[in-house]
């Protein structure tokens, strides 16, 4: 028998064998284990970065959307100035409106004066290029870019660089004298090295100047001025008529947000046919006004600018004298901003309809929101008066004079003769301050 010298494989044990299958057994379920963690771990991951991008996504959404909510919104969601919300503007105004002038400080109100009085100079004369002197450009446009609005612009400054304020903007109101009723500081939001926080820090060449542009006897539009003193020169750098809207800057950044809106040209042309139709009703032209204001009603505008064509429409409803007509179309304005106005036409066209006790009512709301007005209150106390309730009637024009002793006296004499059904009886531009031809 032939020698079989090769390695002959060493003999295992049950009890090794067994020890090794043991061993990699439990290698296979470590391995088996640890991928099931690997995969956990990563679901979880992934799950979060989805969830977290789809709260962006629902925020940036939100964010836009609410820009554009128009009148359906709560008035909080109605921003003036850019951290303000409406309410507490109303407050502001009314604090301002509703009392006795506070006293002001003589020095600056003195270096104030001459840019408000060149203001009158310009809108007694019509003047457009001497508006547009006291205007600071450059803090306009900034204060344009800060406005919500302009989140929905893609290219800011390629839209900015085919702004042309000359062909935009105009005089906002015809008055013929002013008073100042109060200046407030503008605050900034600083960071103070004291506290290591932030805080509102008044700026010293930066103020609010609340004021009545008055035109006629009596007659009056609350506005707030925002001024900026430059190398010792005040200028413009916003406005807004209080009685009817927003801030000049808003107005025109929601213009540019919105450019290529087919909408938006519609109620462009809205607002020329509702001027032409007021040409019209000058000329005793009344059956081609009303066309004109039915063609006009017709047109689809933006939900953020329907109300404003809407006081628009009341207004010349108003002057033509058909106040059913007027008082149908003030019912309908629903934004906050605008509510004073919608009082205030209300108020006249229920007094002309002898509905006293609602016109009395609407006189009320309007003097709760921005305070004592003559083409508002001496109405009421009128109306008061010729219903027997002549101690009401007093107390009106008592609260009347001690708020505005300059307007009280002189409206009485004509307060049932101001130019019947429109909240402000003058000649303002609208408050979104564009050409009617544009």
């Not at 689809?300 to 109300?307: H, K, L, Q, S």
């Not at 919608?342 to 002309?352: D, I, M, Q, V």
């Not at 309730?389 to 307007?407: G, H, K, W, Y």
Request: one cysteine or more.
């Amino acid at each position: 028998m032939a020698d079989d010298s090769r390695p002959k494989p060493a003999r295992i044990s049950s009890v090794e064998a067994h020890g090794q299958d043991n061993a990699a057994l439990r290698s296979r379920v470590t391995v088996a284990r640890a991928s099931r963690w690997w995969m956990w771990l990563l679901a979880f991951v992934g799950s979060g970065l989805l969830l977290l991008i789809g709260i962006c996504i629902a925020a940036l959404i939100w964010s836009h959307s609410a820009v554009l909510r128009g009148a359906t919104a709560s008035p909080d969601d109605y921003h003036l100035v850019y951290d303000e919300p409406a309410s507490e503007s109303r407050a502001a105004a009314r604090r301002v409106f509703a009392n006795a002038p506070s006293p002001l400080d003589a020095e600056l109100s003195r270096s104030i004066e001459p840019l408000l009085e060149k203001f009158v100079t310009a809108s007694n004369a019509q003047d457009q290029e001497a508006f547009l002197q006291l205007v600071a450009r450059e803090r306009f446009f900034a204060e344009m870019k800060r406005c919500p609005a302009m989140a929905l612009v893609e290219n800011v400054q390629a839209l900015m660089a085919k702004y042309t304020l000359d062909q935009r903007l105009h005089l906002p109101m015809v008055c013929n004298r002013y008073e100042i009723r109060a200046i407030e500081p503008v605050r900034e939001l600083r960071h103070t090295k004291k506290n290591d926080n932030d805080a509102k820090v008044a700026n010293d060449n930066e103020y609010v100047v609340y004021t009545e542009m008055y035109w006629g006897d009596s007659e009056a539009c609350k506005v707030r001025w925002w001024v900026t003193r430059r190398q010792g020169k005040w200028q413009l750098y916003d406005w807004q008529l209080l009685d009817y809207g927003g801030q000049a800057t808003r107005e025109e950044a929601m213009y540019l947000a919105l450019e290529g809106d087919s909408r938006l040209a519609d109620y462009f042309r809205a607002k020329a046919t509702i001027n032409a139709s007021a040409a019209e009703m000058a000329v005793g032209n009344r059956d081609e006004a009303v066309r004109l204001l039915s063609t006009a009603a017709r047109l689809e505008v933006p939900p953020i600018f329907r109300d404003g064509t809407n006081l628009q429409i009341a207004s010349t409803f108003s002057r033509m004298g058909d106040v059913m007509a007027a008082l149908g179309w003030y019912e309908r304005i629903e934004h906050p901003e605008l509510l004073p106005a919608s009082l205030a036409g209300k108020t006249h066209c229920l007094g002309a309809l002898q509905r006293w006790e609602e016109a009395i009512e609407c006189a009320k709301q309007y003097e709760s929101i921005s305070g004592p007005a003559p083409h508002v209150n001496l109405r009421a106390a009128r109306w008061l008066h010729e219903m027997g309730r002549t101690e009401e009637a007093q107390e009106i024009v008592r609260r009347l004079m001690i708020a505005r002793p300059n307007a009280a006296s002189a409206g009485n004499s004509n307060a049932s003769t101001t130019n019947p059904g429109h909240a402000n009886p003058s000649p303002l531009r609208e408050h979104t301050k564009l050409d009617a031809d544009r």
